[in-house]
């Protein structure tokens, strides 16, 4: 079984520049989610979806930050524009059903300069 | 603020010592994950206990729960220079989904 992808696995900007980051989640996970991950602490949960529907964004700073899940299948994750403070690993992670066991991609690790 | 912090924050044993973290939280909780994080493999899930369990065993990992105390350990037993990673809880909470900031676990051989 394909795990979940994502894309790039690493990304340089300067600040005020906009970025994109790509998942595909394992085939038939309804749930997707994206983390925030700074050095040294836990992930955060920016985004849950269901399907193609939101569950949770309180934790999406919505000013600069969107995301999107196509036809309940693959999503993306956009920063414009890009902060110093942005500069972490944005984490992809799928699960069958909201609150199971969920499979996360390798990552992208954001370096805003 | 992160819901459900572990403790110690950081842990150094040695090769076939065990080793114990703890996860403490604040609401109640439909269940409760532990994942392991290094370098090598990323985020990977290790064990689901729900709360109406009271202890769950994967090979040398044992996870025990305590609602009454809103707690939660995690035991790893006859440590591995493999097991060097960092370790969190993850509590699901209704709709409210939540890492604790991790312990980070050294294992000397």
């Known amino acids: 079984e394909a795990g979940v992808a994502q894309s790039p696995r690493y990304k340089i900007i300067e600040k005020r520049q906009s970025v994109a980051f790509w998942c595909n989640p394992i085939?038939?996970?309804?749930?997707l989610y994206w983390y925030q991950q700074i050095l040294g602490q836990g992930p955060k949960l920016l985004i849950q979806?269901?399907?193609?529907?939101?569950?949770?964004d309180s934790q999406l700073p919505k000013d600069r930050f969107s995301a999107e899940r196509l036809k309940g299948v693959d999503s993306t994750l956009k920063i414009q524009p890009a902060k110093l403070e942005d500069s972490a690993v944005y984490l992809c992670?799928?699960?069958?059903?909201?609150?199971?066991?969920?499979?996360f991609g390798p990552g992208t690790r954001l370096l805003v300069l | 603020s992160q819901q459900g912090e572990e403790d110690p924050q950081a842990l150094s044993i040695q090769e076939g010592e065990n080793a114990t973290m703890n996860c403490s939280y604040k609401?109640?909780?439909?269940?409760l994950q532990w994942y392991r994080q290094n370098s090598g493999r990323g985020l990977v899930h290790l064990i689901l206990?729900?709360?109406?369990?009271r202890e769950k065993h994967s090979g040398r990992l044992r996870v025990t729960l305590d609602t009454s105390k809103k707690s939660s350990s995690l035991l790893i037993t006859a440590s591995r220079a493999a097991d060097t990673a960092s370790y969190f809880c993850?509590?699901?909470?209704?709709?409210?989904?939540?890492f604790g900031g991790g312990t980070r676990v050294l294992v000397k051989p």
């Open positions: 609401t109640s909780i439909n269940n």
């Open positions: 993850y509590k699901a909470a209704g709709n409210k989904l939540t």
């Open positions: 206990i729900r709360s109406n369990e």
């Open positions: 992670a799928s699960s069958p059903s909201g609150g199971e066991t969920q499979y």
């Open positions: 085939s038939g996970h309804a749930t």
């Open positions: 979806f269901q399907n193609n529907g939101v569950v949770d």
